[in-house]
């Protein structure tokens, strides 16, 4: 299954965009991890699985990387914590 999430570079995040609204997962490359600062989703994208399906996105992206994730955002950590096939991607 190919992501929809997109990385915009110049943004510094990871963008999601469903129906003309964006979820995003503002980060930070350093030398080995991927630093996931916050995590959002437009007011109608919440409770549809945006956010969700965003970060499944990040973990791929973070795993084709090589990288680990370091999640600043209690969203993102928690996302991780529920999420066991992407525990190996925990820093």
């Known amino acids: 299954m190919g992501s929809a999430v997109r990385d915009n570079t110049a943004g510094h995040r990871f963008e999601l965009e469903r129906?003309?609204?964006?979820?995003?997962?503002?980060?930070?490359?350093?030398?080995?991890?991927?630093?996931?600062?916050?995590?959002?989703?437009a007011v109608p994208l919440r409770g549809t699985g945006a956010a969700d399906e965003l970060m499944r996105g990040v973990a791929e992206i973070a795993r084709a990387e090589g990288r680990k994730i370091t999640p600043l955002c209690g969203y993102a950590h928690a996302w991780i914590r529920r999420h066991k096939e992407f525990h190996d991607l925990l820093n």
């Open 19 to 41: 129906n003309g609204h964006l979820a995003f997962a503002n980060y930070e490359r350093r030398s080995s991890s991927l630093v996931i600062r916050h995590v959002e989703a």
